[in-house]
């Protein structure tokens, strides 16, 4: 099932799943508390990211602010199982918890997951998902924890402590950090690296990059699922074939389970001039993607793993996902609306992506 499949499907049953969740039975029975005290010392605390492709690498700096409010405590980060080879990959994160998506809150699975979740006995909980990842807050609220933070809901009282968003518009970084800088948390200055170290990336190239030759130029191209409107497979494989037309240049085709289809067809087409990698590889995926001059993605994980790292990336996004996702400021990065690309010639290919 598709990730807007599931979405729409989630967004159809969300009231019957909070029916069941028996949150408006025990909301009204919790204890007075004092946030002050709340926040001086927790010793457990759980953080549940953005469930969303990205949320994870635009939450690590949040993340990595709460780490140094609270250098003592110890950080378990909740994730999607498809995010997992990304947390695990955090080094100041003390244990992963993974979960998959439910449209109603039961089964095997999920009690598995609230299991280990209340095992914990965590202090504080901060959840940094969107009013439509319901999910996300369900395991926040369910997890047990004494104090759980996050954005206001429309009848979702999932949070004891609710920080009103934004009512506008805005990059995501700056969402996500309303819900720290509300509570006086302050923001990092470093920021979270993503990078392997110099001969780690160099024994990776060296063992994927096939064939590689002298001079060779790589640039990537991501078909992992993503959100929103995007261009069709046609399309993705049309800018594929048209990047090895250019001068000693492969291109690197990075995909997800669901999207392995479309991957396997960009190779078929191309042969020895496509090299196939499965996401599921953090370090792998960085020391690739620094072998590469660009990356084309769509609104994935990927696309912004890359702008993180400071890479040349250009992006396919849906009209209304813009001002959201793309960040304002940053320097080497372009996108396009994906109902543009869908329609647009070999012509108009070759002037966006032929070598400057």
């Known amino acids: 099932m598709s990730i807007q499949a599931l979405n729409f499907l989630q967004r159809l049953v969300n009231p019957l799943a909070f029916h069941l969740s028996s949150v408006r039975r025990s909301s009204d029975s919790q204890a007075v508390f004092s946030l002050v005290d709340a926040l001086e010392a927790p010793t457990q605390i759980l953080i549940v990211p953005d469930s969303r492709s990205g949320g994870l690498f635009l939450g690590a700096s949040q993340f990595w602010a709460i780490r140094n409010r609270y250098p003592e405590a110890r950080l378990c980060l909740l994730v999607h199982t498809h995010k997992e080879y990304i947390a695990r990959e955090i080094p100041f994160i003390d244990e992963v918890i993974v979960y998959e998506d439910f449209l109603l809150p039961v089964g095997g699975r999920l009690r598995e997951a609230l299991r280990q979740l209340r095992e914990k006995r965590f202090d504080l909980a901060f959840c940094f998902s969107d009013e439509t990842s319901f999910c996300p807050a369900y395991l926040c609220y369910k997890s047990g924890s004494r104090i759980r933070i996050g954005f206001q809901r429309k009848d979702f009282p999932f949070f004891n402590i609710r920080i009103v968003p934004r009512p506008e518009p805005c990059y995501e970084l700056q969402r996500l950090s309303l819900l720290l800088r509300t509570l006086g948390i302050p923001q990092v200055k470093e920021r979270v690296s993503w990078s392997i170290s110099e001969e780690g990336a160099q024994k990776i190239q060296n063992r994927f990059l096939v064939g590689r030759k002298k001079h ?112 304002p400021t940053q320097k080497g990065v372009q996108v396009f609306e994906s109902e543009t690309v869908k329609t647009w010639t070999p012509h108009q290919i070759q002037e966006v992506f032929s070598e400057p």
Request: aromatic fraction near 8%; charged fraction near 20%; proline fraction near 4%.
């Open 216 to 327: 060779e130029r790589f640039v990537a191209l991501d078909v992992s699922s993503s959100l929103g409107d995007r261009p069709g497979p046609k399309q993705l494989q049309a800018i594929a074939e048209f990047i090895v037309t250019q001068s000693n240049t492969r291109v690197l085709v990075f995909f997800d389970y669901a999207q392995r289809k479309i991957a396997q067809q960009i190779k078929e087409a191309l042969s020895q001039d496509a090299l196939l990698f499965q996401t599921d590889d953090l370090p792998k995926i960085v020391a690739l993607l620094e072998a590469c001059e660009l990356l084309i993605s769509c609104n994935s994980d990927l696309f912004h793993l890359a702008v993180a790292m400071g890479l040349s990336v250009t992006g396919f996004f849906d009209s209304h996902d813009m001002d959201r996702w793309v960040p």
